[in-house]
């Protein structure tokens, strides 16, 4: 079965400090990538996403991801945080067969932004 | 209206009542999906309607669990003789073509939060 695993469960940064958030899935065919952020108080927003063409994907606020098909990751970058990013960030993918319409998410990396 | 939405927003039930939780999707979205989020985990997917037709229910825990979609636009998830287990927050989301490509990615609502006490 397919599965997304996401290492950190909480980080804390200080504004302008340099962000990644690692995401692994298991699934060998093709799929498509995605980051949701849900501010605190808000609902699942799309960050960003990938299909297909350049690995690297740009999402909004800053926020980008690159996917390395060889190591099955879809990490999310921000170069210079701000505390307006805390939020729990889900890494998700739909995978290509049997299950293809629904998304797999990660547990959540919980971020906290300190001034 | 411009988001999907969903009610109530909160729900407390005993154990062994019946519930419905309603969603209101995009407005022209096809697609509508169902997942819970349990207390320190992501959204885990329940249901998946294509239209009026429940095109993959494999999520669905057992058989306590039902969810309709009548008229292909909002849904009612049912959960009945509910159980402490069942608390958690229900999600929505809608997309307006369910196939890959640009176009499919989903749109969340706000999410019901399910307490059985």
């Known amino acids: 079965a397919q599965s997304v695993s996401q290492h950190n469960h909480h980080v804390i940064l200080s504004e302008a400090a340099s962000l990644e958030l690692g995401c692994n899935y298991s699934y060998g065919g093709t799929v498509n990538l995605f980051w949701y952020v849900q501010y605190p108080g808000q609902h699942l927003q799309l960050l960003l996403k990938?299909?297909?063409?350049?690995?690297l994907v740009k999402g909004i606020k800053g926020f980008e991801a690159e996917f390395i098909k060889s190591k099955f990751s879809f990490n999310l970058r921000k170069p210079s945080v701000q505390w307006s990013d805390t939020a729990e960030y889900f890494c998700a993918v739909r995978a290509g067969t049997g299950g293809y319409n629904k998304l797999i998410f990660g547990a959540g990396t919980r971020l906290a932004v300190h001034p | 209206g411009a988001g999907v939405s969903q009610t109530p927003s909160n729900k407390v039930t005993e154990k062994g009542k019946y519930v419905e939780l309603r969603c209101d999707p995009i407005s022209g979205h096809t697609a509508l999906y169902w997942y819970r989020q349990s207390l320190g985990q992501g959204p885990e997917f329940l249901i998946y309607f294509q239209g009026t037709g429940a095109a993959d229910d494999s999520g669905l825990p057992n058989d306590r669990f039902f969810a309709v979609r009548p008229e292909g636009s909002v849904s009612t998830l049912k959960i009945q003789r509910t159980e402490r287990g069942d608390s958690a927050v229900y999600l929505c989301?809608?997309?307006?073509?369910?196939?890959?490509?640009?176009?499919?990615?989903?749109?969340f609502g706000p999410g019901t939060r399910l307490t059985v006490l």
């Open positions: 990938y299909f297909s063409g350049d690995p």
């Open positions: 989301a809608s997309s307006l073509i369910p196939l890959a490509g640009v176009g499919n990615e989903q749109f």
